[in-house]
């Protein structure tokens, strides 16, 4: 029987803008139990949010502190970066990690942070979603170690090998998010190695998305991935066919403490 994953998902906001906190946390998590810890990628917030971690830095703190936990950005907008220096990020922090990251991408939002409008960043969702598509050609190219030539509508990349190659081959897993209710992201996420459902309500509609997506024939060993709220049982999301499930920790009131009480507390075992 596979085993379910459990994780946390923290936003690197204010008491958790250190990237030596998180650090601290991640190991406890691993020394608790827990399987991943996971967190977000933004540039900015809305009020009263103004100190924000860079997630790959922080990353790299977590990587170094623990052995055994996933990791990985839940997630990056992908859209947002060049999808050459991406690949070579993500392959120099799996190989730091010793092959335990994990890829979450999706398209992001300009509606809590303004962060695409303030920095001159593409707003169009069409536009980012062909971005996207286009970046995780780059970037699964890339990781293969072999020289890539690429030339698209986006992004160009002339006869670069990107070397060393990730640890986990034949790829880093790719999880990718979507608003629980869009269908494009299920058909992107089953080309590749997980999904993410955002603003998820009820195990009915995780369900209906497993349902949704194995239709569509994903690869064996495909990841349906969970946020639930602090204190909410994963039981009826895990008989919905969930394989992980995650600690969403809320943007607003998250505290050291807060992240700490739910570690000791443990996951389901």
């Not at 970037?139 to 640890?167: C, K, N, Q, S």
């Amino acid at each position: 029987m596979r085993t379910v994953g459990s994780g946390l998902f923290l936003p690197p906001f204010e008491a958790l803008a250190d990237p030596v906190t998180v650090a601290r946390l991640s190991a406890e998590a691993e020394e608790a139990g827990w399987t991943g810890v996971f967190v977000w990628d933004h540039l900015r917030w809305c009020e009263p949010i103004s100190a924000i971690a860079d997630p790959w830095i922080t990353l790299a703190a977590m990587a170094t502190a623990t052995s055994r936990i996933r990791i990985g950005p839940m997630v990056t907008p992908l859209a947002r970066r060049r999808p050459a220096k991406v690949a070579k990020e993500t392959a120099t922090l799996d190989v730091l990690s010793g092959g335990r990251l994990t890829f979450g991408v999706g398209l992001g939002s300009d509606a809590y942070g303004v962060e695409y409008t303030k920095t001159g960043e593409e707003v169009d969702d069409r536009k980012r979603a062909a971005m996207l598509d286009e970046s995780l050609e780059v970037v699964t190219r890339a990781w293969t170690g072999e020289e890539v030539v690429h030339r698209g509508e986006h992004y160009t990349v002339d006869g670069v090998r990107f070397l060393p190659r990730p640890v986990q081959q034949p790829r880093i897993p790719i999880w990718v998010a979507g608003l629980i209710g869009n269908k494009r992201p299920r058909r992107r996420a089953a080309r590749y190695d997980g999904y993410f459902p955002v603003f998820l309500e009820t195990a009915d509609q995780a369900a209906e998305a497993v349902a949704d997506i194995n239709a569509l024939g994903p690869k064996d060993d495909f990841d349906f991935v969970v946020p639930l709220s602090p204190g909410t049982d994963p039981a009826p999301y895990i008989a919905a066919g969930a394989t992980w499930w995650m600690v969403e920790f809320p943007w607003a009131s998250t505290t050291v403490d807060l992240v700490r009480g739910v570690i000791r507390e443990g996951p389901l075992k």
